[in-house]
């Protein structure tokens, strides 16, 4: 362009700037209201700085570091709409009304000054091209502050899951729950998993599960806490993380007990055998007695080796069957020989036989309680052990 074109141009920046705010506010509703303060600057600043820019262009100096500063301004004025919980829609109407005046502006000047018709389109062009960077710049702002809004809401879920997990008290997790957004529900579940199967994108996954389940999937031991599970566990973004992980679904519990849904799971699913990834989840609901029976392993095999000492002179298949007789007697509340018989799927003279044997072996801790009691927590313990891969114990 002529230097003197955009002389003139420089000249009506302070008119053009009034003009255009004053058409702003009359045609985009959100930003009627009196330009005051923080906003009113914002505002002022933004059309100021565009207006500078635009005649430093028309000069050749407007991609000097001054142009980036002033695309600074506009990258605020996204973020400031984002802060002030709007969309984008009112801004990028305000950059159109704007392109709208200048242009209407720009022209009579152009007139004034003998500009030709082709340069008239190239003025044209330059405004709205002009424009269409400012908004950009807007868009990146406000795209940025969401960016930034979503670590810090990610950070403080994260947090929160951690103070819930570790046990932390019912205060400290109410006063985290508030700035996470994140409702207390009546229930939670905890699931313990393993490692991410290759090729799956944990923060991706993290990001499609519903917005109240608490995830880690990329630490050193994830973990899920699912509020309301009889809701959330049935969700197909849930289970689908919990495919392929070796997924242990820990009790139901109040949300201040999350941590022992938590250390339960982890339990169980240390005591599995592997491979983890090819099994579906297992629920701790069905494996209640299991987990009581891992609070103290070394206890329960110290009762095993005292009560089932009987058995450890006796052949490794018999005393797997007499074993198993025991504990479904134990199990039909010292049941006859047909019970017996129901449970294994066998004859009922064959299950009258080894219940004699088993009389024989046992004697008189067959009629104490305290001694059943603790046969059944041992048979249980030799039953578990065979399930998770482990040998039975047999006595001592």
């Known amino acids: 362009m002529p230097p003197r074109f955009a002389a003139e141009v420089r000249k009506e920046r302070s008119s053009l700037a009034a003009e255009i705010i004053t058409e702003i506010r009359r045609h985009v509703p959100d930003f009627s209201r009196p330009l005051a303060g923080q906003f009113g600057a914002g505002i002022q600043q933004g059309v100021e700085t565009a207006l500078e820019q635009f005649a430093d262009l028309l000069e050749g100096t407007g991609e000097s570091a001054a142009g980036e500063e002033r695309l600074r301004v506009h990258r605020a004025l996204g973020r400031g709409e984002f802060a002030e919980g709007r969309s984008l829609d009112a801004l990028q109407a305000a950059y159109r009304v704007g392109a709208r005046v200048a242009w209407r502006r720009y ?9 030709g018709a082709d340069r008239m389109v190239l003025l044209a062009e330059a405004i709205f091209a002009h424009i269409d960077e400012l908004a950009a710049a807007a868009v990146a702002g406000y795209a940025s502050a969401r960016a930034d809004e979503a670590g810090t809401f990610g950070r403080r879920r994260h947090r929160l899951l951690e103070l819930m997990v570790s046990g932390a008290a019912p205060g400290a997790v109410r006063d985290a729950a508030g700035p996470a957004d994140w409702p207390l529900p009546a229930t939670v579940a905890c699931v313990a998993l393993g490692p991410a199967a290759p090729g799956d994108a944990p923060r991706a996954l993290t990001l499609r599960m519903p917005d109240l389940v608490l995830a880690d999937l990329d630490g050193a031991e994830p973990c899920l806490l699912v509020p309301e599970p009889a809701l ?15 997924a242990v679904i820990g009790p139901t519990v109040p949300p201040d007990a999350a941590a022992h849904s938590l250390r339960w799971a982890r339990a169980i699913r240390a005591c599995l055998p592997g491979p983890h990834e090819a099994r579906a989840p297992v629920d701790c609901e069905r494996c209640l007695p299991e987990l009581l029976l891992l609070g103290d392993p070394a206890l329960v095999e110290l009762i ?42 066998i004859h009922p003279q064959t299950a009258r036989q080894r219940l004699h044997q088993v009389q024989r072996l046992f004697g008189p801790a067959l009629a104490d309680p305290d001694a059943r009691f603790e046969l059944e927590v041992a048979l249980r313990s030799r ?10 114990r047999l006595g001592v």
Do not use: C, H, I
């Open 107 to 115: 022209a009579r000047v152009a007139r004034g000054t003998g500009l």
């Open 232 to 246: 959330y566990l049935r969700d197909g973004q849930v289970q689908r993380v919990m495919q392929g992980r070796g």
């Open 304 to 345: 095993a080796g005292r009560r089932l000492s009987p058995l450890a002179g006796l052949t490794p298949k018999r005393g797997e069957r007499l074993a198993a007789t025991l504990l479904a007697w134990l199990q039909t509340n010292r049941g006859s020989a047909p019970d017996v018989a129901a449970r294994l799927g």
């Open 383 to 392: 039953l578990m052990a065979s399930a998770f891969g482990a040998p039975p």
